[in-house]
Structures are given as structure tokens and as C-alpha cells.
């Protein structure tokens, strides 16, 4: 069996992380380290316990970087990286036997809910590609699920009840072979706060030749939506935003980035109406403005414009936080 070390990023995940915590401890791994990133909930203190290094930022660094600063600290040459929402089965040894082979860099489980339901469309998807990427933000993956792009892009039509080779599992359980995650630099912190730094990291595993298996044996409890159901809904679309014109300007050309602006553009009107109806607040005006200058740069500037920053210093999305004690993360 591979040794190996479970990475876990929390952030005012009190609700959750106990259930995670005595799931891992339960597979006697080497070590179990929490990276917490400035919990408002006691979050650190409720993880400090037998066999887990805790690690207590005091300001919240994002997603990538807590991710960084966990698989930095591993001590192990295979790092499993968990959200605070999961649960572990009592054995995943198929995980940790599928790194035996030197091409696999990482491997994922089936992921399913509380009912044990395969979460489909989420577990295993494909890079997106430009089509992908406009089809999202003019909404149309949303109001259309079944279009033949979605179906592509979220793997609708692989069987998960097989072991096959897959591009882009959901980052939420992932055993990841720490050299091959050294060698392409592990996730882009620029990502910020969170969002597609996993998907940047499998397409950047897939440039340099690994391959990432999907384990249909190993299932995984997962609630979801855990951390970014914090972020207020109107920064939260700026960030959301933000990461995926920077992942289309790193993973295609400069047309590309201008067709997803331009479609960016178009999508953003009657999505900040609803905005406005939706939370009943006009707030999402600031993001309408916000997310438009992004695409403009973007139009403009193609590759270089993208990715443009939703205003991350200091204590960065602290200020940006539905304040709450053990509500989900």
C-alpha cells in the first residue's frame, strides 16, 4: 500500500469536519493535516485532535494556497486531497493501488450523496473547451442540461460504474502522486478564491503526459457546496467569473478568450436581471459592472486581458463572507 497523507482545507467548517476527520482516522494513514483558512466557527480548535497537525492561517489565502501549503507539508509520496463535506468508506485501498502504475498521477472515486446516489455531472468531467466555456456563461448549459455540449462536458455518457481513464475528476477526493504534482507546479494560486484551479491542475497533469483514473469501486459521501455557499452571491459571481476567463486564457488561444468575452457580455444582462430578482437586491448591479470590465479587458487584450483580479488583498474574502457559526462550508 502507498503511503499517503490527507490534506484537508477547511474554512468555518465546524458543522462538518468532525464526521470527516473520524472518517480518516478510521484508514490509519500516515498523517492527516488540516489547513484552515481564518475560521470564524472554531473550525481549528474542533480539528485539533490525536494524529492531525492542524494548520491556522489568520488570514483566509484561498483555496489554492491552503492546498499548496498541506501537499508542501505531506511527508508522503501520495497526498489525498479531501473537502471538509466528505466522508471516507472504511478501506480505499483501489485508489492507492491505481498509483502503482508510474503513468497515473492521480485518482478519483465515485462521489455520491447521502443517499448514495452517484453525483452525476459533478464526479468526472471533461476540460472544457471554448464551446464549453460559452455555453456556460450564456447560461445555456443551465436552461438546456441535456444539450449535446453539457452532456459531453459532463461526462453524461460514461458509465461510472466502470474503471476507465478520465480528464478532470472533481477536486473534492483526489489522491494525487506528490512528484508528478511537483513537476507541473501544483494548483495556480492566481485562481482566487477558489474555482476551476482543479481543472487547471488536470489539464496541466494531461499536457505533460500523466494519466488521471477514475476508481468506480471506491464511493465517497460528498454533501457539496460547502465553502461557496458563504460567499455573497454577487462577489461570488465576480469570482466565479474571473477564474474561468483566466482558465481560458491559459488553456486557449486568443480567439478563444475574445468568443468567451464576447459571449461572457452578451450572457451578462439577463443573468444580473435575475440576479436582482432572485435575491431581491440590487447589489448585483456592482457585480454586472465588475464582471463587464473583465470581459472588455478580456475582448481587448485576448489571453493577456483575462483573469483579471475580483480585488483580493489583505484579509481577502473575509469582508466577502455571509457571517455564521457552523454553517457550511
Known amino acids: 500500500m502507498t503511503a499517503f497523507t490527507v490534506v484537508v482545507v477547511t474554512h468555518n467548517s465546524v458543522e462538518v469536519v468532525d464526521r470527516c476527520l473520524l472518517s ?27 494524529g492531525v497537525r492542524v494548520f491556522a492561517n489568520r488570514v483566509n489565502t484561498g483555496f489554492a494556497a491552503a492546498v499548496n501549503q498541506g501537499i508542501a507539508a505531506a511527508r508522503t509520496p501520495a497526498v489525498l486531497l479531501l473537502n471538509p463535506d466528505t466522508e471516507l468508506p472504511p478501506a480505499i485501498d483501489p485508489l492507492l493501488d491505481a498509483l502503482a502504475n508510474p503513468e497515473v498521477a492521480a485518482a478519483a472515486p465515485a462521489l455520491v450523496d447521502h443517499a448514495g446516489r452517484l453525483q452525476l455531472g459533478f464526479s468526472l468531467r471533461r476540460l472544457p473547451e471554448p464551446r464549453t466555456l460559452i455555453f456556460e456563461v450564456l447560461g445555456i448549459n443551465r ?5 449535446p455540449v453539457n452532456a459531453r462536458y459532463r461526462c453524461l455518457d460514461l458509465d461510472l460504474t466502470e474503471d476507465q481513464d478520465v480528464e478532470q475528476p472533481a477536486g473534492a477526493c483526489l489522491l494525487i502522486r ?5 513537476l507541473v507546479g501544483g494548483f495556480d494560486e492566481e485562481f482566487h478564491p477558489v474555482w476551476f484551479e482543479d481543472v487547471d491542475f488536470c489539464r496541466r497533469l494531461k499536457s505533460a503526459g500523466f494519466r488521471i483514473r477514475y476508481v468506480a469501486g ?3 459521501r ?26 481560458a486564457a491559459k488553456a486557449h488561444t486568443a480567439g ?74
Not at 506528490?178 to 511537483?182: D, P
Request: hydrophobic residues 40%; aromatic residues 6%.
Open 256 to 329: 478563444a478568450v475574445r468568443a468567451v468575452a464576447v459571449a461572457l457580455l452578451a450572457g451578462l444582462l439577463p443573468r444580473t436581471v435575475a440576479g436582482i430578482v432572485r435575491y431581491r437586491s440590487f447589489g448585483q448591479v456592482t457585480s454586472f459592472v465588475h464582471i463587464a470590465r473583465m470581459a472588455v479587458q478580456s475582448l481587448l487584450h485576448g489571453r493577456r486581458g483575462a483573469g483579471m483580479k475580483p480585488g483580493h488583498t489583505g484579509n481577502r474574502t473575509t469582508q466577502y463572507i455571509k457571517s455564521s457559526s457552523g454553517t457550511g462550508t
Open 178 to 182: 506528490k512528484s508528478a504534482w511537483e
Open 143 to 147: 436552461l438546456l442540461p441535456g444539450n
Open 218 to 220: 471506491v464511493a465517497v
Open 24 to 50: 480518516c482516522q478510521r484508514l490509519l494513514p500516515a498523517e492527516i493535516l488540516v489547513v484552515d483558512n481564518a475560521s470564524l466557527d472554531g473550525t481549528a480548535e474542533a480539528a485539533r485532535r490525536p
Open 222 to 247: 460528498h454533501r457539496g457546496a460547502h465553502s461557496v455557499g458563504q460567499i455573497i452571491p454577487g462577489y461570488r459571481d465576480i469570482c466565479w467569473y474571473a477564474s474561468l476567463l483566466r482558465y
